[in-house]
């Protein structure tokens, strides 16, 4: 039992560290810290600087061109960016497709698709839910029928994160209604510019377009984008969601959150004020304590075992932080945590010139306007990926069958 | 020791739950939001038509003259219809501030407040008070005929919108001064915006705008403003009480009608008791809204400590119930056209006006007397 | 809508006031406002007080001998009491059966048991919960087989509340297993001296004997000895769980241990420490809060209105209330709350002679040696009468269906 | 960074855990608390046979020298069992106060304590101290061969009944000093009695009792003193969690077992959830306790922070789970001859030593660096 890193492992955090200090552009860092609107374009620059390293895929084995880290060397990698204030990787083409892609895909499917998720060319969506299937995600009811050498999909999935800007989509369809729900769905990649595809926006509490709706009427699929066996598609659905369950408890970006906290408590004049420095010590806690699950959790994934029954707890645990920390950062902007100006989550707004380009509460209070709509947008993280009720229900069945 | 209404009560909150039923929908919500920035004047006429700009307005200046039970009731029904208009800034707190004010100021602009023609609201937040209502930079000069206002005030209630601002300041003695400012005047410059609820509120600068006094030369006007507060806090205790209603029986019917694993999710006893969870949490709300109501006209000291008391309880209710019902609603409840997400923003604003949970915890703490119960 | 109680009402607490404050033994008051163990005879003292005076039956209507109070004078009696520290009047008697032989048993049973409840001369214990049967009460299996004019009952009660020195006990036993549970019950009254009947203590987790088990082996009851109709004793226990709902929530105690920990917080030197008084204004709110919701509902029920939405939220609050006092009561005594010593918990221990007759840690902290005993033992409060989980289970009916 | 325990460490904690399972059942701990005062010399004798006595003792005073993490996997283990002998005061805690001692105290009680021969505890609490180590009134008067204390401590470890008691104490320049003293010394009065969780602790005065001085003059006691009180905290960490191990299974195995309405009450969902939040409470702190472990040799400002830490989320989680476990298992729960209440309140007697939850956050609040994470 030890808790220092190794020597190699302090090496390898240093020429992450000194790597992303030279390659993360300034203005994408500052719109991270400052919890501003991040663009398409903002996202794409930092996936591709990545994937010129080749790190955009940094969960990947060697053999599929990843540069095949262990589970401490992604911790580690995962740290530096989120400290850093790297934009988060949409995670849907290198974290979610492509180990399914690699491990049921076919050659072929391999060379056509790997290398576009590796370089952030191409932005992949996730086609999971559906508007009857949230939680109950083996009920879903998207068709895809076998016609000739081609599937014709037809169906609405939902909450699809940023679809606005996908290339692809994978996702999961009924090829079969027979036996119970989870046979006879198959895992399907669709090109979304394919004619019958058709996302439509749904804004969020905080006003953002974040998720859509998608749909499909009559999409023609050549069948060699069908992943793994027909009617297995809940095998790949698993191993996915089996593959990266540490970073699900984001401790790192709390980390930098909890920084950020701090610096808006002393802006605020709260930084003396022990009822509400105590609220800060309560969360400084429970992220040291969930940065030790994390680290239980990779030492023993390093040493090839699973830890399943404290994996299941880190999603709860890192959602739960999430939405305090957020909480405590519009608690600490006060009245000024109240404007909603939309606009203002822009980089470079520069307030109203009529008051002669100052802000409500004026310049002083500027880190106060995306408290609020972080806040609200955070109250998603409780809910998606397997509500925490559905968790406690797997946590739970573990402890009492 | 009551707590019937009145039938003259009980109709009052039908008159105003029936207009809200038929006249402010979501829809129509939306669109005051989208199109109007958070504002309608063709509402406030509606509310007018209603009698309810007149119900705190003394008889004397053409008002009704309804005490704090009435005005409870239009909050609670404002509130579970989701009326976004500043009802409690420009009908219930200013006749309450200009009750002080001489006699010419009352007839000048009581008569217009009760007949909709005017809205006067309250300006006090400043940049470093936080919830402090005594921490006041913006001045008030001694001028002929009134004073000169200099500084700036910010989230004024549609306060680039509303006739007069009633605005807190220091006097060159030093003293709390309570000075209403006409929007239109010289010097008075406005920036208006929404609050995540949908509400609207400005910024307003001040420079030499030309102001009459209220509060009487000499005194110190805090008192008359911490009443003022607790006349919102009263307002705001009841808005929030008839918004969770609204929440609470809105998630019922959800967890009712929505299925998964082939049945009602209402059969998840996780979720029965969470919803269990918020009826508690309501009606402990409510029970602190009524105290608050009924403490209005009491000596400060035991009106402060009551409605510091109420607002931690609603404090610490909005924000499990806001929460727990978006939570139970998965997905929908994050959504910007469900009805439930817009309540649960109002919920959430509300914590932060007139003083957040920590801050009157700290009041109650500092309050703490030997004995403690509803009867002080 | 009005605060204030009425002139009558409040000339009403006043006498109830003075005649407590005139009859009410110093040395009980003493140990109650300490928290210190209190005798069989310590509680009939007080008993016999209030039934000389005819108070005993407090809740009682006029024409069984008692005040005739509304809602609101039974509250104003309870709260005069609680606050002067009357010791808790066991309620098994006056509360509980007496108001179930007023409303299902015959005149004669009327005539017999009624006199001695009311004056506090018998003692009653309540024969509910079995071994199998707690939440689930309707699964009772104790049995009451009817031969010529007796029953004869066999079988085991539990939690049996201070049944060693009961007189009499109230049952419900199984007189049928034909149709639903619920029927097939019957509410039979046995004379604990009846050959057959014998008591077992239960120290509860204090080292306090306050419960135990009651088993009845061939106990020859007299068929006179049953209220109501035979197979009708659900009724009975309805009618029973029904009455007096509101100091189920204990406010009134709530608020004299409220000033109690206030007085431990003083001594003990924490009154200064925002970390601790913000704690105690938490509570202090809660109480108040649950104070209103009590009054709310002796508003309606003096108004002849049921509202049972809240009524039944009392139970829930109350008990976790009880639970938050003793709880702060016992950090507040921090580490001079962890000496067990049960012969302390006697009036007038004097501590060790061999230390000079002094208490762990000296004299001024003696006020912390009932503190973790109540803790303990408080954890019931959201066990019995109902736990606080088929509580939720009730509330969530009402708004559920 | 690395949690995996060594082999030697696995044969250590299974040596334990067999000999609890075997000799120190519930029924033997129900005898010792009421036959013995809850402590009991054959169970010393005992651990001292299975070596544990020897275990943080030096090599080179007859002991094993092993370190923190073997220590942990002991108290897991003690903890899982609920043994109440002051294995942490007597055997952990005294070695590392001994350790800065002159040569021959070293010589003449470390082997001893490592044969299991002599029980050397700390007294450091004070009436007026509350959780603060420094809050020392207990004086040390230099003489010759030594000095002489006077003062009064509570809530002794086996106080009357250790060999020697090791004391903190004010020395004639005001700076804090140990001071060794005989429990059969002329001016040495003990008082015993039981803790609510069974275990045992004196009162000790003291009236010009001979001493001999262990920190050296001229320096301040209070590092060493925060140290040793550290390894208590590390101790009572690593016990607590091993309790909870236990008293969460045993719940599991009740809900599976109790059947009421016809079900086990492990099919109601509301209990499920709530488990799965005790099995959450205790692996949260089961991570804080190996930081703490992992902490203890580490410069003081951050091991200090660390066991602030730790001893927050462990007071957290132990009250949870505790007071949760007790109240799915319903009236048994509550009952003196159920092992589960036992469990429950020795979880709850730890909250209160060597500083309550309070006190700690107080500490973390105090020591907030911008930046925090595990490794600082």
Excluded at chain 1, 337 to 350: K, R, T, V
Excluded at chain 2, 55 to 78: K, Q
Aim: aromatic share 8%; hydrophobic share 45%.
């Amino acid at each position: 039992m030890q808790l220092s890193f190794t020597d190699e492992e302090i090496a390898f955090r240093a020429e992450v560290r000194t790597w992303v200090a030279e390659n993360l552009p300034a203005d994408l860092a500052a719109k991270v810290h400052g919890a501003l609107r991040l663009s398409r374009e903002d996202l794409q620059r930092w996936a591709r600087i990545l994937g010129a390293k080749g790190w955009l895929g940094w969960g990947w084995p060697k053999e599929f061109g990843g540069p095949g880290w262990n589970a401490v060397q992604r911790h580690l990698f995962e740290e530096e960016c989120a400290l850093a204030g790297a934009p988060r990787v949409v995670p849907f083409g290198p974290v979610m497709v492509a180990p399914v892609i690699m491990a049921f895909g076919t050659p072929e499917q391999q060379r056509r698709f790997l290398p576009g998720i590796a370089s952030g060319e191409v932005w992949w969506s996730q086609g999971y839910s559906e508007p009857g299937s949230g939680s109950d995600l083996a009920s879903l009811k998207t068709r895809a029928e076998r016609v000739g050498d081609r599937y014709i999909v037809n169906g609405q999935k939902t909450w699809t994160t940023l679809a606005q800007h996908g290339d692809w989509i994978f996702c999961l369809v009924r090829t079969s209604n027979e036996g119970k729900p989870q046979t006879g769905i198959s895992f399907l990649l669709i090109d979304m510019k394919s004619p019958g595809v058709t996302v439509r926006p749904i804004l969020t509490l905080d006003g953002e377009h974040e998720v859509n709706e998608v749909w499909f009427d009559d999409v023609e699929v050549p069948a060699d984008q069908l992943v793994g066996q027909e009617n297995q598609g809940w095998t790949c659905a698993k191993h996915l969601l089996a593959h990266e369950r540490t970073n699900i408890a984001d401790v790192n970006r709390a980390k930098r959150e909890l920084e950020r906290l701090k610096r808006i408590a002393r802006a605020e004049g709260l930084w003396e004020d022990t009822r509400f420095r105590d609220q800060i010590a309560l969360l400084e806690v429970d992220i040291v304590a969930l940065e030790m699950m994390v680290l239980r959790v990779l030492s023993a994934e390093r040493g090839g075992r699973q830890s399943l029954d404290v994996a299941g707890l880190l999603k709860i645990r890192g959602s739960e932080i999430q939405q305090r920390y957020t909480e405590l950062m519009m608690l600490a902007g006060g009245p000024y945590s109240l404007p909603f100006i939309f606009e203002a989550m822009e980089a470079g707004w520069q307030g109203d010139a009529a008051l002669g380009g100052v802000w409500p509460g004026g310049a002083a209070h500027a880190h106060c306007i995306p408290l609020t709509s972080t806040y609200l947008n955070y109250r998603k993280t409780t809910i998606y990926g397997g509500s925490n009720e559905v968790q406690r229900n797997i946590v739970a069945q573990t402890l009492l069958g | 020791m009551d707590f019937d209404f009145s039938d003259e009560q009980a109709q009052l909150r039908e008159a105003v739950r029936r207009w809200a039923e038929r006249a402010h929908g979501f829809e129509r919500h939306r669109a005051i939001v989208r199109d109007e920035g958070g504002d309608s004047a063709a509402v406030w006429a509606e509310l007018a038509g209603l009698g309810l700009t007149a119900l705190a307005v003394p008889e004397a200046h053409g008002g009704l003259g309804f005490g704090p039970v009435e005005a409870m009731v239009v909050m609670e029904e404002l509130g579970r219809g989701r009326v976004g208009a500043p009802y409690a800034a420009a009908a219930l707190v200013a006749p309450v501030l200009l009750s002080g004010a001489p006699e010419a100021l009352q007839a000048a602009w009581l008569p217009r407040i009760a007949a909709g023609d005017a809205r006067v609201v309250l300006a006090h937040q400043e940049s470093g008070a936080r919830y402090r209502l005594d921490r006041v930079e913006t001045t008030l000069a001694a001028a002929d005929g009134g004073g000169r206002l200099s500084g700036r005030k910010s989230l004024v209630p549609v306060g680039d919108r509303a006739e007069a601002v009633i605005v807190s300041a220091r006097d060159e003695t030093g003293r709390l001064a309570l000075a209403l400012v006409q929007r239109d005047a010289p010097g008075v410059t406005t920036r208006g915006h929404l609050l995540h609820d949908g509400t609207r509120a400005a910024e307003v600068t001040f420079r030499d705008a030309p102001a009459y006094r209220l509060s009487a030369a000499g005194t110190d006007a805090l008192p008359a403003l911490e009443h003022a507060a607790d006349v919102a806090i009263a307002a705001l205790c009841a808005e929030a009480v008839g918004l969770m209603d609204f929440i609470v029986a809105l998630t019922a019917d959800y967890l009712k009608t929505r299925r998964q694993f082939g049945v009602p999710i209402a059969s998840f006893q996780a979720l029965r008791h969470r919803l269990a969870d918020c009826k508690m949490a309501l009606e402990l709300a409510r029970s602190m809204s009524y105290l608050a109501t009924l403490r209005l006209a009491d000596a400060p000291e035991l009106r402060r400590r009551a409605f510091a008391q109420a607002k931690v309880q609603l404090g610490q209710s909005m924000r499990f119930v806001g929460q727990q019902c978006v939570q139970m609603h998965g997905g929908i409840g994050v959504t910007d056209d469900y009805v439930g997400a817009h309540a649960f923003k109002r919920l959430t604003c509300m914590e932060l006006q007139w003083g957040d949970t920590l801050h009157h915890l700290g009041q109650v703490s500092a309050q703490m007397q030997d004995t403690a119960g509803v009867f002080g």
